[in-house]
């Protein structure tokens, strides 16, 4: 185990100060068995795959990280045209969709260039452009650190939400009850095309929404489209300093909705408890139209915020982003701002998408 490390060097926002106790686990095994461990001596644990939803505290993490550093795609059984792949939780997550989409492999393309580990996407049912992996999950292979044994998870399990399943729903708890090992997804066959469900990826590619077009295609596209939002990772480019979107598009009752500009965007998301009729609304446009623009905190006039040292993206106003040398303060400052600014403005309130650790919006 080593001390001091800095876990600034282990998340894509590039902040976060030390960690009292490290191992990076190269297997499943060794990660159950530091886990284990951990638990055993009452010591604060906290799990890292890739880094990329991970806000940390400037104060670093005062117990022990283990990162699943173990990596691995494979396909456990192919039926004809449907195909299970098996991904370990380390595995670089863009890595592996791109092999999939070497393979002929469809469900998974326009999940394409999403920063971190495959571990990590059944947590958050992570999703971009009409997609999210709920659709291709089949199941996860989980250590369930309140029984003391390894446990297979299904689709039904993990109760996806928008956003949302139960794992992480178990991280607001004092004590997160399921770490994962690896992911299971159910692909098919196609050889060539892929599905697009998605209309501002329909416009790129040149096709109607819910027609098919060439999957290579599809996936470069996806790329394209990402990286100009600045949420394709690139060390020289400081706009993909971030945890990605800080903020989750709220999703509100109908009557909300009636509140706002006829110009805001606004989907169909389904009905609540009491039967009445939901929308998810566009945090971008609720950022923007509440007059936080593109790289708002870089100018002279925000030294109050946080001066230079962080911003909104200077390409999407959905990303809080580090100039160079900001601290966690710094981006929840910013962050702060912006969902007090919104609520002030239209009545919203946002909310942050990854995980906050030691550290409060």
């Known amino acids: 185990m080593e001390a001091g490390v800095r876990l600034a060097e282990y ?55 283990v990162q699943l550093a173990f990596r691995g795609v ?18 670089d997550w863009d890595e592996a969709v791109a092999w999939t989409v070497a393979q002929g492999l469809t469900g998974l393309e326009a999940l394409s260039g999403i920063p971190g580990s495959a571990g990590a996407t059944p947590v958050q049912n992570v999703g971009a ?16 650190r309140q029984a003391g044994e390894l446990v297979e998870l299904s689709h039904e399990d993990l109760r996806f939400g928008y956003r949302d399943s139960v794992i992480k729903r178990s991280m607001l708890d004092s004590t997160p009850r399921w770490v994962v090992l690896s992911v299971d997804f ?40 990402r990286a100009g939002k600045g949420m394709v990772l690139d060390a020289q480019d400081q706009d993909t300093w971030s945890t990605g979107s800080f903020f989750t598009n709220p999703i509100v009752p109908a009557s909300v909705r009636a509140h706002l500009p006829a110009d805001a965007p606004a989907y169909g998301a389904g009905q609540d408890e009491d039967g009445e009729k939901l929308v998810k609304l566009s945090a971008a446009w609720l950022i923007d139209r509440a007059g936080f623009g593109k790289g708002f905190g870089l100018g002279p ?3 109050a915020i946080a001066g230079a040292r962080a911003s909104l993206s200077t390409k999407h106003t959905l990303a809080v982003t580090n100039r160079g040398h ?31 650790v030691g550290c409060v919006l």
């Open 11 to 65: 998340t894509t926002s590039r902040v976060g100060g030390p960690a009292a106790g490290w191992i990076a686990a190269e297997s499943a095994e060794a990660a159950t068995e530091a886990i284990r461990s951990v638990d055993a001596a009452g010591t604060p644990l906290l799990i890292l795959g890739g880094g990329s939803n991970t806000l940390m505290a400037d104060a670093g993490f005062p117990g022990t990280v």
């Open 74 to 91: 494979q396909v456990v059984e192919e039926t004809g045209e449907s195909v299970l792949v098996r991904m370990a939780a380390g595995q």
């Open 129 to 144: 452009y009409g997609s999210d992996v709920s659709r291709t999950l089949v199941s996860v292979q989980a250590w369930d």
């Open 186 to 225: 159910r692909l098919h066959r196609s050889g060539s095309i892929a599905p697009v469900r998605f209309a501002q990826l329909a416009q790129a590619l040149g096709v109607d929404e819910g027609e098919s077009a060439p999957l290579e295609t599809v996936r470069h596209q996806v790329l394209r489209l």
């Open 301 to 303: 006039d925000e030294q």
């Open 326 to 356: 900001a601290s966690t303060a710094d981006l929840l400052a910013i962050a702060r701002t912006v969902r007090d600014g919104v609520e002030a403005r239209w009545g919203v309130r946002l909310h942050p998408e990854p995980v906050l």
